[in-house]
């Protein structure tokens, strides 16, 4: 019995990992904030946009390649950053690196990974980004990006949408803290996931090691909060100005929901925007991203990248109808990694692959450019 016939569908590897991994890591990473109205409207927005399928259009093998910032990648999806990937799956953040270079897609390492650039990057390919959370200090900025461009990391992702910590009810009543501690009724759930506890065992409870390596304060936090808040900063035009004078490679603003940021943006010089609403993690009264994403791309002739909600191939080519040149997922590949190891996010891959191609036939599609015309409604 193969993967596919096992796990078709993300959804049954979001159902196994549930099974194996503790109470506590399940709710950070498959929780929002609020009463998660903005994670249920991720979903139902994305159902209600409809493409018109096509008949008669004979037979044909679909490309699927897609090209951003010079980088033309055989799929049209990469790996969004998650934090602490290494606590949802031991040695997630080296395993997901293998899997991008080895299928050729973007993965972007988190600023609060639980891993440092230094031994991630040479994991990466040519495949690799790096995500900022702004650091308040203009020299602690400045030896990130450096840190990133000598581990290989060529793109930088500014994330826009968290100037504050999120509440994230779920996870602060599963009992995580930061850093991360096995009390007694979290140690209580991780022996009942021997795979996973014996995985933490060989790599020790993860920290948030990059930002630890800027700071000798270890005062206590609130549990939604994390040591990476007492060295960031909420950024503002000036602070984008300057990180944009830092970094001479590319660099991608992650958080936009609203088309009058966007002239800015291209101004100040972005290279790439990214409509997202953190999946609903950071607040719980705005639109579905991709509500927002139509506007962003009228806005614009800069590539537009898109995530929130993406639960299979086909919300990809929904994502592209509606603008996106590019498509980018992090829950779903951790599913991946805690449903079935280093072997789930390869298998997510090809459990997208594979969807994509089967809608790009019944939808008559060559290419993905082709895609846009079938759009029939929007949400």
């Given amino acids: 019995m193969t993967l596919h016939n096992r796990y078709p569908a993300i959804s049954d590897l979001k159902s196994r990992a549930r099974r194996r991994i503790p109470h506590f890591v399940w709710e950070y ?39 951003l910032l010079r980088h ?26 293998r899997t991008a270079a080895k299928e050729g897609i973007p993965y972007t390492l988190s600023t609060v990974a639980s891993q440092l650039p230094e031994d991630v990057g ?39 949408d968290v100037p504050v910590a999120s509440r994230r009810e779920r996870q602060t009543r599963g009992g995580l803290t930061n850093p991360p501690k096995l009390t007694p009724r979290l140690a209580m759930q991780a022996a009942q996931c021997p795979a996973w506890l014996n995985g933490i065992r060989q790599t020790g409870m993860p920290r948030l090691r990059l930002m630890e390596s800027y700071s000798e304060n270890r005062s206590a936090l609130p549990s939604n909060q994390h040591i990476g808040y007492l060295l960031r900063t909420s950024p503002d035009w000036d602070y984008f100005k300057a990180l944009r004078d830092a970094w001479d490679g590319p660099l991608i603003v992650k958080g936009v929901s609203r088309p009058d940021d966007v002239a800015r943006l291209t101004d100040e010089g972005a290279d790439a925007l990214w409509v997202s609403n953190h999946a609903g993690r950071q607040f719980d009264g705005g639109p579905a991203s991709i509500e ?13 990248i898109f995530d929130s909600g993406i639960a299979g191939g086909l919300d990809i080519l929904r994502a592209l109808a509606l603008g996106a040149d590019f498509v ?11 449903a079935l190891g280093a072997q789930g996010a390869h298998h997510v891959v090809d459990i997208l692959r ?10 008559g599609t060559k290419t993905l450019a082709d895609v846009p015309a079938t759009l029939r409604t929007t949400p």
Wanted: hydrophobic residues 40%.
């Fill in 122 to 160: 040479p994991h990466t390919g040519a495949q690799g980004w790096f995500q900022l959370y702004p650091p308040r200090d203009p020299d602690i900025r400045d030896d990130i990006l450096s840190r990133a461009k000598a581990a290989g990391f060529h793109t930088i992702v500014l994330t826009v």
């Fill in 292 to 304: 927002t994403l139509p506007d962003v791309r009228a806005a614009t002739n800069l590539p537009v």
């Fill in 354 to 363: 594979q969807d994509i191609i089967s809608n790009m036939g019944q939808l």
């Fill in 72 to 97: 033309t990648h055989p799929l049209p999806f990469g790996i969004a950053p998650v934090g602490m990937s290494g606590l949802i799956w031991p040695g997630a953040e080296q395993m997901l690196a």
């Fill in 29 to 67: 990473l498959d929780s929002a904030t609020g009463v998660e109205a903005t994670q249920a409207r991720n979903r139902t927005k994305l159902d209600e946009v409809l493409l018109n399928p096509s008949i008669l259009h004979g037979e044909f093998e679909p490309d699927l390649s897609a090209t």
């Fill in 328 to 338: 980018m997922l992090g829950r779903a590949f951790h599913y991946g990694l805690a």
